[in-house]
């Protein structure tokens, strides 16, 4: 975590999955859900294809200084991002693996009151307002940045520069909470924003400490 200057900072872009919520259950579900889609795509049976994916994975790693997302994946098997979202919109249930947490509620009423708060995800729209609203999260945002906006992946830099844009303050200015380094905050970091890891919910509530302005 950088050192954080919080009398500096004037909005808070969160990632969702894995960063605002914790769900091992539906981490699974996601990647069952992108088996399945691709699955469609290799001709194989689902064991057959997760090795591919899991091989996929191993090799963009190795070869690429880029993060091997699930989009990345996808994209090198020959699968799209779009399919592979419509996919997940008929296939997946997020509110069965969720649990409202009060604290991230009381969290980010808290910020929100010094703060303009942003999520960028690589979910799609309609899966990201599902899990927003039932994690009673709704109404906390300025604004939700999903996958479908443009479909670009995080992390991209035309991306990026939009959102500061949209945000309409300097990178420094600008605080980038996730879960992943790579994904969420390394191209985040790179630009001058301060950036802060929070891979579970107990790191997240650190926040609050963190930026209190008392």
């Known amino acids: 975590m950088n050192h954080i200057n919080q009398q500096q900072i004037r909005s808070i872009v ?3 999955d894995g960063t605002l919520y914790v ?3 539906l981490a699974a579900s996601i990647k069952f859900a992108a088996t399945g ?9 689902a064991a057959e294809t997760a090795s591919m994916m899991a091989e996929e994975k191993r090799r963009l790693m190795e070869e690429s200084e880029a993060p091997a997302t699930l989009s990345a994946v996808c994209h090198h098997m020959g699968g799209t991002i779009q399919a592979m979202h419509a996919y997940f919109e008929k296939h997946l249930k997020p509110e069965s ?3 409202r947490d009060m604290r991230v509620i009381e969290l980010l009423n808290g ?3 010094c703060f303009s708060l942003y999520i960028y995800t690589n979910n799609n729209r309609v899966l990201a307002t599902r899990i927003i609203d039932y994690l009673g999260l709704g109404g906390m945002f300025r604004n939700v940045f ?3 906006d443009n479909w670009r992946p995080k992390p991209d830099e035309t991306r990026l520069e939009q959102i500061f844009s949209i945000c309409g303050h300097a990178p420094a200015e600008i605080l980038f909470v996730g879960d992943r380094y790579d994904v969420d905050l390394r191209l985040p970091e790179q630009y001058g924003c301060p950036v802060f890891l929070a891979q579970n919910i107990e790191q997240l509530l650190r926040l609050q400490k963190l930026l209190s302005k008392s």
């Open 23 to 25: 769900s091992d259950e």
């Open 14 to 16: 969160f990632d969702l």
């Open 97 to 99: 693996c969720l649990v």
């Open 111 to 113: 910020l929100k009151q």
């Open 37 to 45: 889609y691709l699955a469609t795509i290799t001709g194989k049976d």
């Open 146 to 148: 999903t996958i479908d």
